[in-house]
């Protein structure tokens, strides 16, 4: 029998002791399986609950679907489903564990505001907050003392703590001086309005979510509201339902502490309001409260009665923005905050038009006071 012999060293090298392949082999083994397995998705998580993954899967080196997707151990509920029609805004919203979203743009932080906020007693777990604050140095300041108080809730007792926490930067511009007399006068009426508009709009379509019932509009300014709010307005059960902004001072001829109307935006059309607008140009508006423009239309602000009861209700055509609860649905339905004249109306009084053209009525609740900062 002949015996062939290669010339090739190596191959007659394995020939001779051929546990020389083991090691490499084995090594290349070893390397396959790892790279198999950190590809693939893991079928559990940390506390031994399944979880899914739909990053791409590899069976190595020659395999056909290397780089196929695949979805490994998806619970069954991966998808959401939420039926609208069984989200309900009751009068009885707390027991019926109706969630709230608290919307507020702030251009400042003050702490009387957060410290009233945190006094509200709706259960918090159904509340989630909303802030949106413009991008200047002021902001800044504003967005540190709102992360740090923020913070500090979240971290503590689970009574106190919020469902969620929305903070926006504003993308659109806003007014150089917030400073009380810059921001009120009169010329700059329309411009700020108008970006405040766009604020208000960035931040109740980014924040309202599928399981929003109410969505509560509450200024920055406002220190001082009765801890029920919520349940107090949710009671009458009204598409939008603001309350009557009142501020708190010092009356310098009596020295004794009193009371003033501070927000006019809350007002029912007059005969002589309409006669304004029907003589404006397309792009004028209507601001409420200034003596240049008198439309004598009845302000909610004068109809208040300290020994009236504080849920007696008054329709209204116009709303501000200090304390307004909105079913969700309003805003779902497209009711929004107009940045551009609309039937010469911008902003929250703007949004109250929208509404009403929507089919939604308008309360007000005279006798029911929440209080403005008084700088």
């Known amino acids: 029998m002949a015996i062939l012999y290669s010339k090739n060293?190596?191959?007659?090298?394995?020939?001779?002791?051929?546990?020389?392949l083991i090691g490499p082999l084995a090594f290349l083994?070893?390397?396959?399986?790892?790279?198999?397995?950190?590809?693939?998705?893991?079928?559990?998580?940390?506390?031994?609950?399944?979880k899914y993954s739909y990053s791409k899967k590899s069976r190595g080196w020659f395999a056909k679907n290397r780089d196929s997707v695949v979805l490994k151990n998806l619970p069954k509920n991966h998808i959401s489903h939420y039926d609208l029609n069984e989200l309900t805004t009751s009068s009885d919203a707390l027991a019926k564990r109706e969630e709230v979203l608290i919307l507020t743009p702030m251009s400042k932080f003050l702490p009387q505001y957060w410290e009233n906020l945190n006094k509200i007693n709706y259960d918090h777990s159904l509340i989630s907050l909303g802030f949106i604050i413009p991008r200047n140095e002021d902001g800044d300041a504003t967005l540190k003392k709102l992360e740090a108080a923020v913070k500090k809730v979240q971290s503590s007792d689970a009574k106190t703590k919020f469902k969620k926490v929305t903070i926006l930067r504003q993308d659109s511009n806003s007014l150089e001086s917030q400073a009380e007399k810059?921001?009120?006068?009169?010329?700059?009426?329309?411009?700020?309005?108008?970006m405040m508009a766009l604020a208000r709009n960035s931040l109740v379509f980014t924040?309202?979510?599928?399981?929003t019932s109410w969505v509560l509009w509450l200024d920055a300014d406002i220190v001082e509201t009765p801890p029920t709010l919520i349940q107090d307005l949710a009671l009458h059960s009204k598409p939008i339902l603001s309350c009557n902004v009142y501020q708190?001072?010092?009356?310098?001829?009596?020295?004794?502490?009193?009371?003033?109307?501070y927000d006019f935006n809350n007002w029912v059309e007059s005969?002589?309001?309409?006669?304004?607008?029907?003589?404006?140009?397309?792009d004028d508006i209507i601001v409420e409260g200034y003596a240049e423009m008198a439309t004598y239309r009845p302000l909610m602000a004068h109809f208040y009665d300290a020994n009236g009861d504080k849920n007696t209700e008054m329709a209204l055509d116009g709303v501000g923005g200090g304390a307004v609860l909105v079913k969700a649905d309003v805003h779902r339905d497209g009711a929004m905050f107009p940045s551009f004249p609309f039937y010469h109306l911008i902003e929250t009084e703007g949004f109250a038009k929208m509404a009403k053209r929507l089919g939604y009525e308008v309360f007000g609740?005279?006798?029911y006071l929440v209080y403005h900062y008084n700088e």
């Open 182 to 194: 810059d921001r009120h006068a009169l010329k700059v009426q329309k411009e700020r309005r108008s």
């Open 29 to 50: 083994l070893v390397l396959y399986l790892l790279l198999s397995s950190s590809s693939s998705p893991s079928s559990s998580g940390t506390n031994g609950s399944k």
């Open 9 to 20: 060293p190596y191959v007659r090298y394995i020939r001779r002791k051929p546990w020389a």
């Open 207 to 211: 924040t309202i979510a599928p399981s």
């Open 248 to 261: 708190r001072y010092v009356d310098e001829s009596t020295g004794q502490d009193s009371i003033r109307p």
């Open 365 to 367: 609740l005279p006798n």
């Open 271 to 282: 005969e002589e309001g309409l006669k304004i607008a029907a003589g404006l140009s397309e």
